[in-house]
């Protein structure tokens, strides 16, 4: 307490004694014993109303018992099952979950895990990916200011994201792994990569790199096969040796038609081969007849230029290519779609151009652009000319309609600088993102497309797009967010086709072991976003016949629907919206692949490395008997005594008010009583 709330209580106690004695000791005519009591009273009273009006402040200190916490976290993949250590698993979870003193002596936290982290304890074994490192991401968002021993039970098979060995840095605690496995070495062969383009063009021949690997001691002679349904379409012998373990075999092959071919490699298996699964992959191309060329012309330098071009080319179908508007006009005729940047006096020719050969367009406009000639070039939007720059941030329009947008978190994004003014539309256009200023949104398009004769075109507002391609990537871990966003902007500009009121967004093909998302957006007659459409798709598979109905699910702007569930084969599909006459059909190919069975054993190494880079220890699953007791004996994880001081008012004290109103009551009845009121 300070010592200026002392002298004030000091002083406080002494004019309320001085007080109450100047009443009933001074010039009350009681005396003797109920003068005392009824001095006592007043004081207390008075010391107290006093004691209120300085409300001096106490430390409270209590002490508790702080846990620390064991995070156990269950590999739920399939690999777990195909290794038959599923039952193993469970049962020492169990064992774990019942332990009283563990229980006592720790926060006990369970986590599954497969390609993401749940924090569950409902084991399925089901999971088609492994992302190991996405553990430790996330546990170390939860647990890197606490003391938390993880028990990591696993294979140590990562089948997705980064190598986990190398994340203890980050997370700061010490991790046990339990082993589900063992050691034992198969003869083994298998496919260990294959490399392949998603995309070739009719009338030419696409490379394939397969790495087969082998495990084993004595020379054995195999062949690798390629086939298409029944008809081998390239075969080649190979062989291996306790030497020489690893074969890369480059080929090509042709694409003779256009759509979607399934090819299978597989490299014959050898005598008293265990796992005859990973000689085996299937791989899929899509053969297009064109490829959609894409200029982005401008005559100064900037790192828009290149960030456009990687999100561009990003899609195997397109291709861009950053020129000069004088080099423009020399192959203009080779282009389906131009991005304008930042217009300057040079562009009046490409304009005329680009009109001449009824290109769509799209024309970004920033600091440096010369908005008295692009005002004059085209008839379709004004600037207003204040010779001001401003910063504006974007806001999604929920309700454009042309396209389907996905929410990137525009509104986290960096702003783009651009012109400060109005800009002013002559024709019809839909906003896909609003300007905002200091958090504010204002009713003016920061990105915007029309159609107008017969021809498309967009206008993006500011400079500085290369910031959002990179903001995508430290949010994400990945570019792809942005470039989708992009790449269904130049697919929207590619083609002159009307748009419809229902749209289906899907590949062509996918693996087996990928998330089959499909996104579909449905429009009212306004071609206004109806968010209370019922959407279903139907898929038959074209081998066995069999039907299958799933429902669209809401997900912001669009509807999705998750059919990862699927078996691999050829599907047609259709999607169609209920008391509507209307629907979309399609194909689809998903291929037979299982990653989470191409192991024999566990990577008992990176496990060992992984426990001893964290301080920690690793444990076999057939021999965890000491885990919970070495668990229990370790110092570094002690129930830790700590404290909190909390500094309380004395206005807080109700007590206090409850002795005021009791003197004071017992005060007047004693007065009563004497008649002295």
């Known amino acids: 307490m300070p010592t200026d709330s002392i002298v004030y209580i000091l002083l406080a106690g002494i004019i309320a004694l001085s007080l109450a004695l100047f009443q009933y000791a001074y010039q009350s005519k009681i005396k003797g ?19 209120l009006i300085i409300n001096p402040k106490f430390d409270k200190v209590t002490y508790y018992n702080e846990k620390p916490n064991l995070v156990i976290a269950i590999d739920n993949s399939e690999s777990i099952s195909y290794l038959n250590q599923s039952q193993n698993a469970t049962n020492f979870i169990n064992v774990l979950k019942d332990n009283k003193a563990l229980n006592e002596n720790f926060n006990v936290e369970l986590y599954t895990f497969g390609k993401i982290v749940t924090a569950s304890d409902s084991l399925s074994f089901t999971e088609k990916q492994s992302n190991l490192a996405l553990v430790f991401k996330r546990l170390s968002e939860v647990y890197n200011n606490s003391i938390a021993p993880t028990l990591l039970i696993s294979d140590g098979n990562q089948t997705y994201g980064n190598d986990y060995a190398y994340l203890t840095k980050r997370y700061k605690q010490a991790v046990f792994p339990i082993i589900l496995g063992d050691t ?48 081998t379409v390239f075969s080649q012998p190979i062989a291996f040796s306790k030497t020489e373990t690893s074969q890369i075999v480059n080929l090509t092959l042709p694409a003779n038609r256009v759509g979607v071919t399934s090819f299978k ?48 080319e990003s899609n195997e179908q397109r291709q861009a290519e950053i020129l000069t508007s004088r080099a423009f006009l020399k ?3 080779e282009f389906q779609l131009v991005v304008v940047y930042q217009p300057t006096n040079n562009f009046r020719a490409l304009f005329k151009e680009i009109d001449k050969l009824k290109l769509n367009k799209i024309v970004i406009a920033g600091t440096q652009t010369n908005w008295s000639l692009l005002n004059q070039l085209q008839t379709y939007y004004k ?50 993102l609003y300007k905002t200023i200091n958090g504010t949104e204002i009713d003016e398009p920061l990105f915007a497309t029309f159609e107008i004769n017969e021809k498309r075109e967009a206008l993006i507002l500011g400079e500085g797009i290369w910031r959002w391609r990179a903001q995508t ?142 301080n920690g220890q690793a444990y076999f699953i057939d021999n965890t008997s000491s885990v919970i007791n070495d668990l229990l004996t370790d110092s570094r994880f002690t129930i830790i005594q700590k404290s909190t001081k909390k500094v309380v008012p004395l206005i807080d004290w109700k007590y206090l008010l409850a002795l005021i109103a009791l003197s004071l009551a017992a005060e007047w009845f004693m007065r009563k009583y004497n008649g002295l009121i």
Not at 201 to 221: D, Q
Not at 389 to 413: C, G, H, K, P, R
């Open 331 to 333: 192959k203009s005729s």
């Open 184 to 231: 034992t070495t198969y003869t083994d062969i298998k496919i260990q990569q294959l490399n392949v383009n998603r995309y070739a063009y009719l009338k030419n021949k696409f490379p394939v790199e397969i790495i087969a690997t082998y495990n084993g001691n004595s020379k054995v002679n195999t062949q690798l096969r390629i086939t298409v349904g029944n008809t």
């Open 473 to 614: 990537y430290i949010s994400e871990d990945s570019f792809n967010s942005f470039d989708n966003f992009i790449g269904k902007l130049v697919q929207y500009l590619s083609t002159n086709k009307r748009r419809t009121r229902l749209n289906v967004i899907h590949e062509s093909f996918y693996n087996g072991n990928d998330n089959i998302l499909m996104s579909a957006q449905f429009f009212n007659k306004n071609y206004e976003f109806d968010a209370n459409a019922n959407l279903t798709i139907t898929l038959t598979n074209t081998d066995s016949g069999s039907e299958k109905v799933f429902p669209f699910v809401l997900k912001n702007t669009n509807y999705e629907v998750d059919l990862s569930g699927l078996e691999p084969g050829d599907y047609n599909f259709t999607v169609s919206v209920s008391n509507e006459n209307m629907s979309k059909s399609g194909v689809l190919k998903i291929l037979d692949y299982n990653v989470e069975q191409q192991f024999l054993n566990a990577n008992v190494t990176k496990l060992n490395s992984l426990a001893e880079n964290s």
């Open 265 to 312: 490699a597989e490299v014959v298996p050898i005598s008293n081969e265990k796992n005859t699964i990973n000689n085996v992959k299937s791989f899929a191309v899509e053969v297009i007849d064109q490829k959609t060329n894409v200029a982005i012309v401008s005559n100064i330098v900037h790192p828009d230029l290149g960030a456009l071009k990687k999100s561009i």
């Open 33 to 51: 014993k109920r003068a005392y009591i009824l001095t006592i009273l007043r004081f207390v009273t008075l010391f107290a109303v006093f004691l």
């Open 383 to 432: 600037q207003e000319q204040t010779n001001q720059t401003e910063d504006y941030q974007a806001t999604l329009n929920q309700n454009y309609s042309t396209f389907i947008v996905d929410n990137l978190n525009f509104s986290e994004f960096p702003p783009l600088k651009a012109a400060f003014g109005e800009t002013s539309f002559t024709v019809p256009f839909q906003t896909i």
